[in-house]
């Protein structure tokens, strides 16, 4: 009978096999063991970093114990501080929302921005509003601040910017707010008319159909209307005022609204 020819098994070796076992060499063994140590060592890493944040979260080291509060001098600085309302609070996680909330409703504040002082103090900053100028509405003045913001001040005297709102009856409280284009074009007014065409304003009043009309101390009014194209508003004033002669407009009006078709009356 012809020998068999071709791998010879060991029996106990192909029961394993049959029975599911894997068959590895060394190399294969040695590769499998680092990487199963591998895995271990990371699953410890993570579960110990896990435990470490766990702990840095709940220590006393880093819970709020002071509130510094700067940038104040209208509103008292124990106020803020009391709506800030924190301490205790872990510095990780500590949250501003309600606080934010409860600061920004003050009609003084303009900004606010919170800081945390690793390990224990958190730092607000605060901006106030100030008062620029004035809104006038039938007998009644009101301060507000160079964005038209109602302040809670008495109203300044001159030779702060006054702009009378003639045809209001709006009564205003802190806070409120007034025609924001309207002070925004009298603040820029207020710097380029005595700059650019060596005028000084006396009176500024605001309507809502014509927006803003201002009275300069050469004795005649120009309706400026609003902020757009001031720029070029200004510079038609000029060239009308050399062509016309500033002592020839006393009384007079001049219409810069409608761009390049000016109308002096």
Same mark, same amino acid.
């Given at each position: 009978?012809?020998?068999?020819?071709?791998?010879?098994?060991?029996?106990?070796?192909?029961?394993? #096999?049959?029975?599911?076992?894997? @068959?590895?060499?060394?190399?294969?063994r040695?590769?499998?063991?680092?990487?199963?140590?591998?895995?271990?060592?990371?699953?410890?890493?993570?579960?110990?970093?896990?435990?470490?944040?766990?702990?840095?979260?709940?220590?006393?080291?880093?819970?709020?114990?002071?509130?510094?509060?700067?940038?104040?001098?209208?509103?008292?600085?124990?106020?803020? #501080? #009391?709506?800030?309302?924190? =301490?205790?609070?872990?510095?990780?996680?500590?949250?501003?929302?309600?606080?934010?909330e409860?600061?920004?409703?003050?009609?003084? /504040?303009?900004?606010? !921005?919170?800081?945390?002082?690793?390990?224990?103090?958190?730092?607000?900053?605060?901006?106030?509003?100030?008062?620029? !100028?004035?809104?006038?509405?039938?007998?009644?003045?009101?301060?507000?601040?160079?964005?038209? /913001?109602?302040?809670?001040?008495?109203?300044?005297?001159a030779?702060?910017?006054?702009?009378?709102?003639?045809?209001?009856?709006?009564? @205003?409280?802190?806070?409120?707010?007034t025609?924001?284009?309207?002070?925004?074009l009298?603040?820029?007014?207020?710097?380029?008319?005595?700059?650019?065409?060596?005028?000084?304003l006396? #009176?500024?009043?605001?309507?809502?159909?014509?927006?803003?009309?201002?009275?300069?101390?050469?004795?005649?009014?120009?309706?400026? !209307?609003?902020?757009e194209?001031?720029?070029?508003?200004?510079? /038609?004033?000029?060239?009308?005022?050399?062509?016309?002669?500033?002592?020839?407009?006393?009384?007079?009006? @001049? =219409?810069?609204?409608?761009?390049?078709?000016p /109308?002096?009356?």
């Amino acid at each position: 009978m012809a020998s068999r020819t071709g791998p010879v098994f060991d029996p106990r070796v192909r029961r394993r #096999a049959i029975q599911g076992d894997i @068959l590895l060499d060394d190399v294969a063994r040695k590769r499998l063991a680092r990487s199963r140590m591998r895995r271990a060592l990371a699953v410890a890493a993570l579960i110990g970093a896990l435990a470490a944040v766990v702990a840095v979260y709940f220590s006393p080291l880093l819970r709020v114990q002071n509130v510094n509060v700067v940038g104040t001098v209208a509103i008292p600085p124990d106020e803020i #501080a #009391a709506m800030v309302d924190v =301490d205790g609070e872990s510095m990780i996680a500590v949250d501003f929302g309600e606080a934010r909330e409860q600061i920004e409703a003050n009609p003084l /504040v303009k900004g606010l !921005g919170f800081e945390k002082h690793w390990p224990q103090t958190i730092e607000v900053t605060v901006v106030e509003r100030v008062t620029w !100028g004035s809104w006038i509405v039938g007998e009644t003045t009101y301060a507000i601040d160079d964005e038209g /913001v109602v302040l809670p001040f008495a109203a300044p005297a001159a030779p702060a910017p006054a702009i009378r709102a003639t045809n209001s009856t709006a009564i @205003l409280s802190a806070g409120d707010h007034t025609d924001a284009d309207a002070v925004l074009l009298a603040r820029t007014l207020t710097e380029q008319v005595p700059a650019r065409l060596g005028l000084n304003l006396t #009176a500024l009043e605001w309507q809502n159909a014509s927006g803003l009309t201002l009275t300069n101390d050469a004795g005649y009014r120009v309706v400026i !209307g609003d902020s757009e194209n001031i720029d070029y508003k200004l510079a /038609v004033w000029a060239q009308i005022e050399a062509e016309v002669g500033r002592e020839n407009m006393a009384g007079r009006t @001049l =219409d810069l609204r409608f761009g390049d078709r000016p /109308v002096l009356q």
